[in-house]
């Protein structure tokens, strides 16, 4: 028996189906080439994206890090100031302290005669206590005798500087002999105010006063006879008169401080005669 023959069909079949495969590969290779291009786009974006957020975390941190560098050198600055305010401080009170010692050990130091001489600075030792007080009292310029009042000057008085009695219309005045003129004047010019209130004073005059000097109206205006009058609104009258008409320097009120110019100005017409 012969082998079987070959049909004349089987080789354009094979021919064909070569042509189906080649054309599938053919046409595969493009598209992954342009995958393979997209991935490799892709990856690049994601490195630079990566790299840029890389980037911008090292330019936050020099930026807090200097921030903070900043700040440690403001803190510094600020303890380094403070030190030398609490040093400067501490220097002045040292030098405060070391004048004060000096002061009261230079007090300590001087001699008794010349801390006797200037306490009686005024007194003139061959006067009488009649002549220093008539002296001093002429010294003031105020129409006292108006007033219908007399004054006594007298040898010193304990715990009396000068004494008004209405009954008598007279002014007691004590003479000190270590007492200098500017007291004197103001122990006689306090007596004066008294005579001024009791013989010119009025209800409206003392709320008047009152007013201007920024007393309460309701304060008794006198006090015990032969008291101290220095807590009482008569009183502060009397010593403000004395700082008005003898100047500063010796004010003795304990019911207002001494008056201010603006006061002054403005009891000035309750004063006058």
């Not at 957020?53 to 560098?69: I, Y």
């Not at 003139?124 to 002296?135: D, I, K, L, N, W």
């Not at 920024?214 to 006090?223: E, F």
């Amino acid at each position: 028996m012969s082998p079987p023959r070959r049909t004349g069909r089987t080789r354009p079949i094979a021919l064909a189906l070569s042509a189906v495969v080649l054309a599938i590969t053919v046409t595969s290779e493009p598209a992954g080439a342009d995958r393979a291009a997209r991935l490799v786009a892709l990856s690049e974006t994601e490195i630079q994206t990566v790299a840029l957020a890389a980037r911008q975390r090292e330019a936050s941190q020099r930026t807090q890090a200097s921030l903070q560098a900043q700040q440690r050198h403001q803190a510094q600055q600020a303890r380094r100031i403070h030190a030398l305010a609490a040093a400067k401080a501490r220097a002045q009170r040292r030098a405060a302290n070391a004048q004060a010692a000096a002061r009261a050990l230079a007090a300590q130091q001087a001699p008794a005669a010349d801390r006797t001489a200037r306490a009686t600075a005024g007194v003139r030792r061959t006067e009488s206590a009649v002549q220093r007080g008539q002296r001093v009292l002429a010294s003031l310029h105020y129409g006292w005798q108006t007033l219908g009042y007399r004054f006594e000057f007298l040898p010193s008085r304990a715990g009396y500087l000068g004494l008004t009695i209405p009954r008598q219309k007279l002014v007691q005045i004590y003479v000190r002999g270590s007492q200098s003129d500017l007291v004197l004047a103001h122990s006689i010019a306090h007596e004066l105010g008294h005579v001024l209130d009791l013989t010119r004073g009025s209800g409206a005059k003392r709320a008047q006063y009152l007013s201007i000097r920024t007393l309460s109206q309701r304060l008794t205006w006198y006090g015990c006879s032969g008291c101290t009058d220095y807590q009482t609104p008569a009183g502060d009258w009397a010593e403000v008169f004395a700082y008005w008409l003898a100047g500063p320097g010796d004010f003795r009120s304990q019911l207002a401080a001494a008056p201010a110019s603006g006061q002054l100005a403005a009891l000035g017409p309750l004063f006058r005669l």
